[in-house]
């Protein structure tokens, strides 16, 4: 695991009165304590993989509890383990990336909500939109309406957020229905401080086992007893909703002076709001605003008679909804048109239809708002000028910068084994052509961005292999897919592997086996060498392949260009017709440093000897023309000033943060590149046979340094 | 109103401090900038502010740029009463009280986002550059100009603060993120307590010492108490004056030309080196009848630059050569930051292929084995690692460079000495019509360098843009040398050679 959280744990232990400092997620799991929950589990994925990590370094404390921890296989069996709330009275609760995971997740979340809840059950969706994020943008509150799930989405301050959680439970088993808290990426990894309270043993637990299984024939997702769901769903649950979140003021009113008009916004958007508002000299640092605001902690459903009375009375409503379609403003003009209220809803016609509405697209909105709105007792032209003031330094740095400087994306890490993957795979190109190459997700993704621009679709987790399906026959030559071993295990067993074998696919798999989902945050998967205790250490992908009859099965270490590109070219001109699979394996370079650096440490502490390797140009043999940094990508192979005054193109060379994967030299290798890099064995803490040879070796050298024969 | 007002004001007077002093925090992945967002936090806890922080780390943390945003309110929060105040999650342009990047591009980056104003923005960056990827992988030169980002810093920031933290860091042997908040700190831009923020840093444990180390640097730097002299460049100027370049050539060429003489006497020979400056005479007379003299030379300096690394083309001969000098082996020590008494074993990659052993044979033999190797459509390479540092690899490759006799026999030699006759004959024609025109194609030389394929893909550009613009003489000097310049930038866009066909009035080669 990239983090440990051991530390901050602890803060899970806080009760009643204690202050808790510490991360949005973090809190998020102490109010799942709070709550009493029975079991809880997930999927990792950014920005919600330290909760993964949290539940998985906080297992002492979920041990005393009788908390079930479960590190889920997919989002689908994570929402799928939630069925335990649907007979029994038990609080559950899930978390993943999202909307990508509730996708994966949708089917089990369906026949969830349609048999509907005993025990209250929440699901933590990390809304990975917009800057930061690093999957498709689209909104989860769709599948809240879809399924009838209410939607939670918190002023982003750690007190709201708690209360939430805990009120969620509460709405839930109300309205037997699951809930979702929605957080964005900026939620998950807010710090701040709230009050705690105790922790709540659950009624039912490990320590408190159930003794007699419930059989309901109703809670069957099977007709005659859908049909009956689906009216329940309509005549009890939502009703019991509406009724819940008002009677709990889910919602929040802040009054104004300005009464004519007014802002709705999604909890989630409230603090970019207000901001705004102060930026304009309408609010001050503590919330009180001019402009009346009206905050859905719960933005599905919508309180009918809640929104129709904050705009009674009103000119004009701006509705502050992040994303598209834009569902909240729409459902805001069918209240007030139904109501007979006659305000004038604004909203995407004043802030974006797409994008994440950051600092400055929530200003430039509200900015407009107030400046056609014109409410009452409002100086609209401070306004005007206040917002223009805050724009000039944008403006004046374009013209002084004169053109954008270069984007900077995120990319492989120094020394990652997948690197000469496609290292080996450009050279290949070199020979053959381009290929089609399927991609999937995870670390390896960065092959479609600059320098390799390798990579011609990316269709979703663990669906590489499945996603080629149809490419591979409609193409003279084979074409190739890349899967990590995350996606594997997640879906690219079944979805991919088994399908293209069954299917008798003639296709190229690369696995990528490095050991860990590394672009979450190095969680371990089933095949992981080095396990946690409490999970099973006997899986392999290599017995899986052959379990599943894929018979082409090579194994490259990938470091090792040459062999990889001959294995690549071996894959693409076999007469075997079938799945080639080859497995890239070298362990995840963050981990493998993790793992290594305390250790050499002791060992050049204990005065062992130890070699240290570190690779290097000769600035005078390069002659600026980067082809190895086209050819890698890596971050410690980078420019410098070329010293010879004769040149003016900048050099290459290794700064400090090589970690001596030797991916240089093999590249050099096996593009025939160029002489300029050199590789240096530092031998710390010399045995005495070192030194001595190694004096011998100056001696010598030295001396026919020195000779004028062998000088020139 | 600035940050330290605010606080004064909040203070002395009573009144509670009307905004929150915002932090935004740019850096990249690797370099601590969640633990200096940690520190932060915990130094104003420790002084009874409210605080948040947030970021959006994810993916970003794999080496892309990344942000933490901060806001303080500096007020101990007993003053409040049940009051709390709404702190924001993302920055807003034209609202940051202290921008601080770990590096300067990132600097550059928040200055175009409109995060840093002259009305209340601190800057603090660090002025070293970790470059981008398609600044690194451009063919030539693709560097952002600095020049430009400090500007436009000197012009918005309200303070700037800017020196190079990363060389702080390293010398005070601990991570940027130590320095960037002594930084932070001693530009006295934050309302906590220079202690409070020490403390956090001991508080937070594992490297404490080494952080506090980083931390006074950058503090004492940014306070402008410990102002280190700027690192030297790297220049490796070996030149001497040279009486013959001195005589005949003028002063402003004098620097190039000096060390082009040095390196092909070191290169090759002594009347190697003369023939350097009988092939740049005729050069210098065009350029003075063109009236070059007005413009400094430029034309006799570029052509004598580009005329000195033809010369000296890299041959095997070359790099073994290069690789066993004396001073090579400590630069070597000094740049894997070896420490004395460690050994250093030093391993060589080369391959040298049919075509590296046919360029230091005479072409009598080199056309035969050439033509037979073009005949089996394969190319031939032994992969060697050498290790320069034991004795046997040493003598080979001083073996290798001591073959420097052959060299002028040999059928690369033949090759490249038609190939720079033709060149300069086009340059010295084209100054009798534009010195312009002349320095367009002499720069045109640029091109050829590297080794195999890199080498190979230059000399078919350059003879490409030749064969289509330069030799051809038609048409008005100054259209003829815009359409070489713009050929010549097409041809360092990418090493597939798109660009270059798309530049040229008709296909590039003929396959």
């Known amino acids: 695991m990239e983090r440990s959280f051991a530390a901050e744990v602890e803060s899970l232990k806080l009760g009643d009165g204690q202050v808790f400092h510490g991360e949005g997620i973090l809190a998020v799991t102490k109010a799942l304590l709070q709550s009493g929950v029975s079991y809880v589990g997930g999927y990792q994925g950014a920005p919600v993989s330290h909760m993964m990590d949290v539940l998985n370094d906080a297992r002492e404390i979920m041990d005393r509890l009788g908390i079930h921890v479960e590190t889920n296989a997919s989002e689908a069996g994570a929402a799928a383990m939630l069925g335990a709330s649907i007979n029994y009275p038990l609080r559950g609760a899930v978390t993943w990336k999202s909307t990508v995971g509730t996708n994966v997740a949708s089917d089990a979340l369906s026949n969830l909500a349609s048999a509907g809840v005993k025990g209250g059950t929440l699901i933590v969706i990390g809304e990975d939109y917009g800057e930061g994020a690093s999957i498709i943008q689209e909104r989860s509150h769709a599948f809240a309406m879809k399924s009838q799930i209410w939607l939670l989405d918190p002023r982003p301050n750690l007190p709201t957020i708690v209360r939430m959680v805990e009120q969620g439970f509460e709405l839930s088993e109300a309205s037997q229905s699951p809930v979702m808290l929605e957080l964005r990426i900026r939620a998950c990894h807010v710090h701040g401080s709230f009050l705690a309270k105790d922790n709540r043993a659950a009624r039912f637990s490990r320590q408190n086992l159930l003794n007699d299984p419930d059989f309901d024939a109703g809670r069957i997702c099977l007709p005659p007893s859908t049909y009956a769901q689906e009216k329940h769903k309509v005549e009890v649950r939502w009703p019991a909703a509406i009724e819940f979140i008002r009677r709990n003021r889910l919602n929040e009113h802040f009054p104004g002076t300005s009464d004519d008009v007014g802002i709705i916004v999604q909890g989630g958007m409230y603090n970019v709001a207000l901001r705004a508002l102060q930026q304009l000299g309408l609010a001050d640092a503590f919330g009180q605003s001019v402009i009346p605001i009206y905050v859905l902690n719960v933005t599905y459903p919508l309180i009918p008679d809640e929104v129709s009375q904050f705009c009674a009375g009103k000119r004009r409503v701006l509705v502050v909804e992040e994303g598209q379609p834009n569902y909240i403003e729409e459902a805001v003009h069918a209240i007030l048109r139904r109501a007979d209220v006659q305000t004038r809803v604004h909203g995407k016609d004043m802030l974006p239809m797409a994008g994440e509405y950051t600092g400055e697209v929530v200003l430039t909105g509200v900015a407009k708002y107030i400046e056609a709105a014109a409410p009452k007792g409002v100086d609209t032209a401070a306004a005007h000028t206040a917002f223009e003031k805050l724009m000039t330094p944008k403006r004046r740095a374009a013209e002084l910068l004169g053109s954008p400087v270069p984007t900077r994306a ?49 269709l979703g987790y663990g669906l590489g292999l499945a996603s080629n399906t149809a490419v591979n026959p409609m193409f003279g030559r084979r074409t190739l897919t890349v899967m990590g071993d995350g996606g594997f295990w997640h879906n690219g067993l079944t979805s991919g592997i088994a399908n293209a074998v069954f299917n008798r696919n003639d296709g190229i798999l690369v696995i990528m086996k490095n050991g860990y989902t590394s672009a979450t945050g190095t969680q371990t998967i089933p095949s992981s060498v080095h396990q946690s205790e409490g999970k099973s250490t006997d899986m392999s992908i290599e017995k899986a392949l052959s379990g599943i009859g894929v018979k082409w099965v090579k194994s490259v270490y990938t470091y090792r260009v040459g062999e990889m590109v001959r294995t690549l070219k071996d894959a693409l001109t076999s007469s075997y017709n079938g799945l080639k699979v080859i497995i890239a394996d070298a362990e995840c370079q963050l981990e493998r440093q993790r793992r290594l650096r305390p250790l050499i440490a002791k060992q050049l502490a204990a005065g062992e000897r130890v070699v240290r390797t570190r690779f290097g140009v000769d600035d005078e043999v390069c002659t600026g023309d980067h082809s190895c940094i086209r050819l890698s990508g890596c971050p410690s192979l980078t420019i410098k000033p070329n010293p010879d005054p004769l040149r003016t193109d900048p050099v290459a060379t290794v700064d400090q943060g090589c970690v001596g994967c030797g991916l240089c030299g093999e590249v050099a290798h096996a593009a025939v590149l160029c002489p300029s890099f050199y590789r240096a064995d530092i031998v710390q803490n010399p045995r005495i046979w070192d030194r001595w040879l190694d004096s011998l070796r100056r001696a010598v050298i030295g001396w026919l340094q020195g000779s004028p024969a062998w000088t020139r | 109103m600035d940050a330290l007002t605010a606080v004064d004001r909040a203070s002395s007077a009573g009144a509670l401090p009307t905004r929150p002093i915002t932090i935004l925090v740019a850096a990249l992945g690797g370099e601590g900038g969640g633990v200096l967002a940690e520190w932060l936090v915990a130094s104003a806890t420790d002084q009874g502010f ?12 794999r080496t892309g740029a990344t942000t933490y945003y901060l806001e303080i309110y500096p007020a101990a929060w007993e003053r409040l009463g049940q009051r709390a105040p709404v702190l924001a999650l993302t920055p807003s342009p034209g609202n940051i009280d202290v921008m601080i990047a770990s590096e300067l591009l990132e600097a550059g980056r928040a200055l175009q986002s409109g995060y840093v104003s002259p009305d209340r923005t601190t800057l603090v960056a660090s002025s070293h550059r970790i470059y981008a990827i398609a600044e690194k992988s451009a063919m030539s030169d693709g560097r952002f100009d600095t020049s ?138 065009a350029e003075r009848d063109g009236g070059g003299g007005a413009t400094g030379y430029r034309l006799t300096t570029e052509t004598g630059r580009h005329l000195a690394l033809w010369m000296s083309y890299e041959d095997v001969i070359r790099v073994a050569d290069l690789k066993t000098r004396p001073e090579r082996f400590a630069r070597v020590r000094n740049e894997v930051r070896a420490r004395p008494g460690e050994p250093v074993i030093v391993t060589e990659f080369l391959k040298p292929g049919i075509e590296e052993l046919c360029a230091i044979l005479p072409p009598s033999l080199a056309r035969p084995l050439l033509a037979w190797a073009a005949r089996r459509g394969r190319s031939y390479s032994i992969g060697m690692h050498v290790r320069t540092s034991t004795v046997t690899g040493y003598l080979l490759m001083r073996l290798l460079a001591r073959m420097t006799g052959l060299r002028r026999k040999s059928s690369r030699f033949h090759d490249e000495q038609a190939l720079i006759e033709r060149w300069l004959v086009a340059v010295k024609a084209a100054a009798a019509e534009s010195i312009d025109l002349a320095l367009e194609i002499a720069e045109c030389a640029r091109l050829i360098k590297g080794y195999g394929d890199t080498h190979r893909r230059g000399t078919t550009n350059f003879l490409n843009i030749f064969d ?17 310049a713009r050929a010549r930038q097409a041809a360092l866009a990418d090493p597939e050679g798109k660009s270059l066909a798309e530049a040229l009035p008709r296909p590039a080669g003929s396959a």
């Open chain 2, 50 to 61: 409210p605080v948040q922080s947030t970021s959006i780390p994810g993916v970003a943390q």
């Open chain 1, 410 to 458: 995120p990319g492989f890490c120094i020394g990652c084994p997948e690197r000469p993957v496609f290292s080996a795979m450009k050279l290949v190109e070199r020979e053959v052509g381009r290929l089609h190459v399927s991609c999937d997700i995870g670390c390896h993704t960065f092959s479609t961005l600059p320098p390799f621009s390798i990579g011609n679709t990316v």
């Open chain 2, 148 to 285: 430009k980002l400090m500007e436009t810093a000197r012009v918005l920031a309200r303070r700037l603060v800017l020196f190079d933290m990363a060389r702080l860091a390293r010398e005070a042997g601990t991570v940027i993120n130590a320095v960037m908040f002594g930084a932070l700190v001693g530009s006295g831009a934050l309302p906590m307590s220079r202690q409070a923020c020490e403390e956090a840093i001991r508080r937070s444990g594992k490297g404490a010492e080494a952080s506090l180390r980083g931390f006074e640097a950058g503090y004492r730097h940014a306070q402008g108490d410990d102002v280190p002299a700027p690192q030297q460049a790297d220049d490796r100027t070996r030149s001497r004056p040279v009486d013959r370049v001195r005589s005949q050539f003028p002063s402003e060429t004098h620097k190039i030309l000096e060390e082009g003489v040095a390196r092909l006497a070191d290169y090759q020979d002594e009347a190697y080196a003369q023939l350097y400056l009988d092939r740049l005479a005729p050069v210098l007379s």
């Open chain 2, 468 to 484: 289509a613009l330069i030799g051809p003489a038609a048409g008005r000097p100054a259209g003829r040398a815009a359409a070489i």
